[in-house]
């Protein structure tokens, strides 16, 4: 019982962490140490160090030997890294979907609640649904593999848009997606393939291109 306990805890503080370091509560530069974050939430010293391996390990926080774990500074390079498996991932994706001319119900309700946000959302709850979005395209590939690979990604993705304090803009990500979901649906693999690469690679470029911005204002 005790143990089941612990790994509630712990489970508890992995997704509170992440929360604060994707909505930008840790900056990048940030350190995070174990018993600072024991203290702060009130538990022991090994959940804390748990929960910041965790972190550690899904690439939202870095730590050298005898160091505080620290939010990543990402720089261009890490961006297009992040953006390359991903690209890989959704073109493979999209290829195979429109093969069968077919978008799930599910997925194109997903994507109009995105399409539904309010202009005033804030930045991290649009990436959250953008990136759920994604998510759920992935999904109807059939892969639990490639699903479980993506899901790892999506936490670093996240942290490129924050970090980079920019988004594609709104109606244009809206008009992209609609025009890979047309794409996949009367089964143009071609078109499905190049409307995906133009949205990724579009967003690539914009949030690479404002990382060096962002880390030259930090000083």
Known sequence: MQALQTVSVTDALVERLREQVLDGAFPAGATIGEIELANQVGVSRPTAKAAITTLVHDGLLRRNAHRSARVPMLSAED???VYRVRIMIELEVVRELAARAHVASGTEEVFAELGRLSDDV???RFIVADLHAHQCLVDQYGSPRTSRVYTSLRGEIHLCM????RLMG???IAREHAAVLAAIAVGDIAGAVDAMRTHLTGACDKLAGAVPAAESARG
Do not use: E, F, L, N
């Open 122 to 124: 804030p930045t991290s």
């Open 170 to 172: 709104r109606d244009r």
């Open 162 to 165: 924050i970090q980079s304090r």
């Open 79 to 81: 961006v297009a890294d």
